[in-house]
């Protein structure tokens, strides 16, 4: 039996160009999907997350959910699924709880994270937007829509938080899957 992992990369050698996602319009091949997890898998691995440890995904049903989720798995991490609407009290018992150092997060929510950020250990965040995924000319007018309706938009990178775009530019992880 192959796991998880091992079928998106048989998947992505088998029909790279077959559609794996769909988000808004915009289509995500098999082979993008194993390359961004790669990809992310790299950048978690250089941030020490190692087999068995555990990620914090904070997302929507977005592709970067997918790409985190196969990233970790890659790894032989364990992933942690985050409601994005646990008030910040929730949050913080749930990050607390999972032992999470770190967290995959989308822009939005970040301000509820940076409440809670004092009172667990995580070590680093990978921030991500909607408009990481939407096709054009969503990606240009979704931001519009969003300060509109006074959501959170961006983040400012640092020692411990850095972009979705930014992870995506490191080398692929050549390792074979974890079991």
């Given at each position: 039996t192959a796991s998880?992992?091992?079928i998106l990369l048989q998947a992505a050698a088998?029909?790279?160009q077959a559609p794996a996602?769909?988000?808004f319009g915009r289509r995500i091949t098999y082979g993008q999907?194993?390359?961004q997890a790669a990809r992310l898998a790299q950048r978690l691995k250089r941030l020490g997350l190692a087999q068995g440890e555990r990620l914090a995904i904070l997302l929507p049903n977005s592709p970067q959910l997918v790409a985190a989720y196969h990233a970790a798995l890659r790894l032989g991490a364990v992933v942690v699924f985050l409601n994005p609407l646990l008030g910040p009290k929730e949050l913080a018992f749930q990050l607390a709880n999972s032992g999470a150092r770190i967290?995959?997060?989308l822009d939005h929510l970040l301000p509820k994270v940076r409440e809670v950020r004092k009172k667990v250990e995580l070590s680093h965040?990978?921030?991500t937007s909607l408009t990481d995924a939407l096709p054009f000319p969503l990606n240009w007018l979704y931001p519009l829509k969003a300060r509109r309706e006074?959501?959170?938009l961006?983040?400012?990178p640092g020692p411990d938080t850095s972009g979705w775009r930014e992870a995506l530019k490191h080398p692929r992880l050549e390792e074979s899957p974890a079991p």
């Open positions: 998880l992992p091992q088998r029909s790279p996602l769909a988000f999907l194993e390359d967290l995959v997060v965040l990978i921030v006074g959501l959170a961006g983040f400012t």
